[in-house]
T-cell receptor
Framework: GDSVTQTEGQVALSEEDFLTIHCNYS??????LFWYVQYPGEGPQFLFR?????EKGSSRGFEATYNKETTSFHLQKASVQESDSAVYYC??????????????FGAGTRLAVCP | DPKIIQKPKYLVAVTGSEKILICEQY?????MYWYRQSAKKPLEFMFS???????DNQTASSRFQPQSSKKNHLDLQITALKPDDSATYFC?????????????FGHGTKLSVL
């Protein structure tokens, strides 16, 4: 079945540091890839999406590029702020799986940014 | 104001009992979903509904039954509760359920089964 692997369980940075959170996927079809962010006490919020190879998704200074060759969709931000502290989820939607708009999520990466 | 309302926010239940988790969305969406998040597993898809019709069920147990009484409602009934059911249950919606639409999530109901 489809799966998403996020390498880092936790990341600790200082403000203005560069962020990379790694995401690799496995899917039988040609999935769409997503990043969601979850703040304490809330549900996940859509960050952005990419649907085809080499497409870049971006929002709020975060970006990721769909790479079919390496099956990756790594999240990056050039300069993090304390307000970026949250849990980040990589997810995939695979229409060829036969399910109705089901998202498969990674385990999440907790980002802590210190002032 | 939250556009997806989940009630209650916290729920404590005893093993073997039955509970209903409430979800209402005011986004005008036609597709609704339930996801579960536990300490042991990441966000896990449970059900999807489109125009009040069940489209997909990825829950192995029949103890979990979604109920859609209105277009913007999707409740989740859980019977014969077990401690393993302890998790946060998220309701979500999307415009039409088109492939790879973005999902909007509620704040969740945290269920603890003792």
């Amino acid at each position: 079945g489809d799966s998403v692997t996020q390498t880092e369980g936790q990341v600790a940075l200082s403000e203005e540091d560069f962020l990379t959170i790694h995401c690799n996927y496995s899917a039988s079809g040609y999935p769409a890839l997503f990043w969601y962010v979850q703040y304490p006490g809330e549900g996940p919020q859509f960050l952005f999406r990419a649907s085809r190879d080499k497409e870049k998704g971006s929002s709020r200074g975060f970006e990721a590029t769909y790479n079919k060759e390496t099956t990756s969709f790594h999240l990056q931000k050039a300069s993090v702020q304390e307000s970026d502290s949250a849990v980040y989820y990589c997810a995939l939607g695979d229409p060829s799986s036969g399910s109705f708009n089901k998202l498969t999520f990674g385990a999440g990466t907790r980002l802590a940014v210190c002032p | 104001d939250p556009k997806i309302i989940q009630k209650p926010k916290y729920l404590v239940a005893v093993t073997g009992s039955e509970k209903i988790l409430i979800c209402e969305q005011y986004l005008g969406h036609n597709a609704m979903y339930w996801y579960r998040q536990s300490a042991k597993k990441p966000l896990e898809f449970m059900f999807s509904y489109s125009y009040q019709k069940l489209m997909d069920n990825q829950t192995a147990s029949s103890r979990f039954q979604p109920q859609s009484s209105k277009k913007n409602h999707l409740d989740l009934q859980i019977t014969a509760l077990k401690p393993d059911d302890s998790a946060t249950y998220f309701c979500a919606s999307s415009q039409d359920g088109a492939t790879n639409e973005r999902l909007f999530f509620g704040h969740g109901t945290k269920l603890s089964v003792l």
